[in-house]
């Protein structure tokens, strides 16, 4: 099969205490080599997203590494590549003693530069035809614009999964990293045919006087061609899946929303919890794609798998081992 995927490159400088990490590469290339690692070499993987100036060079060589990465649609921009300044409220030690006792773990603050500027749909366009699948993880919420993924929706009736991310959130003026109301939520969640959100994204979009499920029941049930399934990860809390189910009882069809919670995978040997997100996106996407979108729960459970995998390594430059 032949994947697209769209997001955006940055560069992640990781805080945990007095601790300050090196220089790491983050943001959709969790996505893009996770996929890699994953598709084994069988599957192409074309990744469409701006790379700043200052950076494309190095993340070029940092994909290459991976056969089935196709770079045609890796473009330079006239701007540096976006940095991501993450803070943990805890000590790596901390964040394996929570962990092991189960425990929900500390967040974290964000603070950004400039994101490069949105993929229009002219660069898309042609690549669509190519792919059987498109995953979308809005890294920095403004990959595209909701009116280009109107298109892309238009254009493409394959497989599309949908990582809000970042979308519900912006930097204040510090690039400090805060909540933003987003007038189209409903344009954005009923485009995909499977979607994922934090709780905290959950939140920002759920509407007044809504709770989960029934936020669930507005999404799955829309009289547009709408999500089939909605994800909610909870870090540590596990993850939960809503879809929609065509029952018959005695005879008389009806529809209901089915909810599966699985709990967080707890490993001993953690190292990083970055980009577990994104691997969990890249792993349900994956697996749903090639069952041709037949059972969501097969996907719910490998990518539950793979994300906990994920926190024993470090980095991108670690997703290799995914392999295993």
Not at 124 to 149: H, P, Q, W, Y
Not at 182 to 203: A, F, G, I, R
């Amino acid at each position: 099969m032949k994947f697209g995927v769209i997001g955006e490159p940055c560069v992640d400088y990781i805080h945990k205490g007095d601790k300050v990490s090196g220089k790491t590469f983050g943001g959709i290339l969790y996505s893009v080599v996770s996929l890699a690692a994953i598709a084994r070499e069988v599957d192409d993987i074309y990744p469409i997203m701006y790379a700043g100036y200052d950076e494309y060079d190095n993340i070029i060589s940092l994909i290459s590494r991976y056969k089935n990465i196709k770079n045609d649609l890796i473009l330079k921009c006239e701007q540096k590549t976006r940095v991501v300044n993450l803070f943990y409220r805890s000590s790596d030690i901390e964040m394996l003693d929570t962990l092991v006792r189960g425990l929900k773990s500390p967040d974290r603050d964000e603070y950004w530069t400039e994101p490069t500027p949105p993929i229009e749909f002219d660069i898309v366009k042609d690549v669509l035809k190519r792919i059987d699948a498109l995953l979308i993880n809005m890294i920095s919420g403004v990959e595209i614009t909701v009116d280009t993924f109107g298109k892309i929706r238009a254009s493409f009736n394959k497989y599309i999964h949908l990582d809000l991310h970042n979308v519900v959130m912006k930097p204040d003026a510090d690039g400090k990293i805060v909540p933003r109301k987003v007038e189209s939520w409903k344009d954005w969640t009923s485009y995909p045919d499977t979607l994922q959100m934090n709780e905290t994204e959950m939140n920002i979009i759920c509407p007044e006087d809504c709770n989960e499920y029934k936020l669930a029941e507005i999404l799955l049930t829309s009289e547009q061609k709408g999500s089939k399934a909605l994800i909610i990860t909870r870090g540590k809390s596990g993850v939960t899946l809503y879809r929609k189910k065509e029952k018959n009882l005695y005879g008389e069809k009806y529809s209901e929303i089915d909810k599966t919670d699985l709990p967080a995978i707890e490993q001993a040997r953690f190292k990083d919890s970055t980009g577990c997100g994104d691997v969990f996106a890249t792993s349900f996407f994956y697996r749903t794609a090639i069952n041709e979108q037949k059972n969501y729960e097969a996907g719910l459970y490998f990518a539950n798998k793979i994300a906990s995998l994920k926190t024993t390594l470090q980095g991108v430059e670690e997703l290799h081992n995914l392999r295993t």
